[in-house]
Nanobody, 119 residues
Framework: QVQLVESGGGLVQPGGSLRLSCAASGFTFSTYAMSWYRQAPGKERELVAA????????NYADSVKGRFTISRDNAKNTVYLQMNSLKPEDTAVYYC????????????WGQGTQVTVSS
């Protein structure tokens, strides 16, 4: 069955770094665009970063540009989110998303991983 399993979340001090990973299985990972979303308490889920299926194009929310980097390894069926210079406002549950458009459109979500930025 389809699985997206996030890992790497945790508690970090402001200015610190974390690297999130999302391991995919059960579908053809290399044909899906991948994204990271986040949802803070009382707020709507928002797109953080996205990467095309081949990894050639990336896109970031303005709030994380220059601090976060999304990447993928299609040989390992894994997408990453490197988060540097973390701020308290980055605190949220981070979700991995896979999406494919066209005649075989489909989307999958991971269960989320908590990131807390606090001193």
């Amino acid at each position: 069955q389809v699985q997206l399993v996030e890992s790497g979340g945790g508690l970090v001090q402001p200015g610190g770094s974390l690297r999130l990973s999302c391991a995919a299985s059960g579908f053809t990972f290399s044909t899906y665009a991948m994204s990271w979303y986040r949802q803070a308490p009382g707020k709507e889920r928002e797109l953080v970063a996205a990467i095309t299926s081949a990894g050639s194009i990336t896109n970031y929310a303005d709030s994380v540009k220059g601090r976060f980097t999304i990447s993928r390894d299609n040989a390992k069926n894994t997408v990453y989110l490197q988060m540097n210079s973390l701020k308290p406002e980055d605190t949220a549950v981070y979700y991995c998303n896979a999406v494919r458009w066209g005649p075989l459109a489909s989307t999958y979500w991971g269960q989320g991983t908590q990131v807390t930025v606090s001193s």
